[in-house]
């Protein structure tokens, strides 16, 4: 032990790929049956690791880790810089199918995230997976961590059809107890001192009274600019454009959000039949801005798997807007959707 994992960087490789998927449908990473032992390296199904410190997660994770690459299963490990670091010298040897993403340098956004497995999942389709994926760390964003345990909610439904698939979800146990208690809901079991309880489990994203992830959106500051439109969609990126360099965006940056707001914009267009509102503002740290319209949201994994290129009808627009942004937060009922997109002036956070 200790010479650590030369993990292949998963996010890198699908970015370089043409069609990796041909003609095959998306896994869902729904109901898979969760049975674990004692042993933390048992890991089946969909489960949570509640934690209290680096060295706590490290050796959970590594063993985890260390059992998959011994039976030959993939292994991906979705986790913050600091923490790759702590696993890399725990790891035991060398797995041809373990990788990483690295939530410090690639971002973590939590569409993103869960693309990601889903992608690694369909990749190894017919040979047992564990994706390892950490949830919670001390400077992580409150509106990013409601959003991740959100999504959370939707990974059971996400691996659906595909038994050899085990998810771990990693949570600092110091957390909000509000997201602690959340996590020990949306499990089929729960990790913690390196024993295995029982959860009375609700995996279908179904809405409960204080839940922090089902809050409905802040309202938009005072001085937000707002514009409503249906064919303007040229103008909806124009003025994302401009306000997003004089906001101090990066160049690049803006031009990724000129791209998931033109996405957004043209899903309006594209499926109601009324006029959408265009709202931008920018915080200490960000700029945020969201696209409202009449139309609801069917799926909710909606934007959570690359689509075939191929297809007729790829329905890639929230999949390229959790692509590009930092954070994408997508409210949607009867009443209409609105998709709120963040994107840090200041780059990527340290982790």
């Not at 010479?3 to 998963?10: C, E, V």
């Not at 005072?222 to 514009?227: G, Q």
């Not at 692509?323 to 959707?337: H, S, Y």
């Amino acid at each position: 032990m200790g010479s650590g994992l030369a993990f292949a960087d998963f996010e890198r490789s699908q970015a370089n790929d043409g069609d990796v998927h041909g003609a095959r449908q998306p896994c869902r990473l729904g109901h898979v049956v969760s049975y674990a032992s004692a042993n933390a390296a048992d890991l089946i199904g969909h489960a949570a690791l509640l934690y209290r410190s680096r060295h706590d997660l490290a050796a959970a994770f590594a063993e985890v880790v260390n059992a998959g690459i011994a039976a030959g299963q993939a292994v991906l490990v979705a986790s913050t810089a600091s923490s790759l670091a702590d696993l890399q010298t725990r790891i035991d040897g060398q797995g041809p199918d373990a990788a990483m993403a690295n939530l410090s340098k690639r971002g973590a956004n939590p569409g993103r995230v869960l693309s990601t497995m889903r992608m690694f999942v369909h990749e190894h389709s017919g040979q047992p997976t564990r994706c390892l994926q950490q949830l919670t760390w001390p400077d992580r964003p409150a509106e990013e961590l409601a959003e991740a345990v959100r999504y959370e909610r939707l990974t059971a439904d996400a691996v659906d059809g595909d038994p050899a698939a085990a998810v771990l979800c990693a949570y600092d146990a110091r957390a909000d107890p509000a997201i602690v208690a959340m996590a020990k809901r949306s499990h089929h079991r729960v990790l913690v001192d390196g024993r295995w309880h029982d959860s009375t489990h609700d995996l279908h994203g179904r809405s409960e009274a204080g839940n922090p992830a089902e809050a409905a959106l802040s309202k938009p500051p005072d001085d937000a600019v707002a514009l409503t439109f249906r064919n303007e969609q040229a103008e909806v990126r124009e003025l994302a454009a401009s306000y997003a360099r004089r906001a101090g965006l990066p160049d690049g940056r803006v031009m990724d959000l000129v791209l998931a707001v033109g996405e957004l914009a043209a899903n309006t267009l594209a499926h109601t039949s009324g006029r959408g509102t265009f709202v931008i503002w920018r915080t200490g740290s960000e700029v945020v801005c969201q696209v409202s319209d009449s139309g609801q949201i069917a799926d909710p994994l909606v934007g959570t798997f690359r689509p075939d290129p191929a297809a007729t009808t790829s329905r890639r627009g929230l999949w390229l807007v959790n692509e590009v942004a930092d954070l994408v937060q997508i409210r949607t009922g009867p009443a209409g959707t609105t998709v709120r997109v963040h994107m840090r002036i200041s780059g990527a956070y340290d982790r």
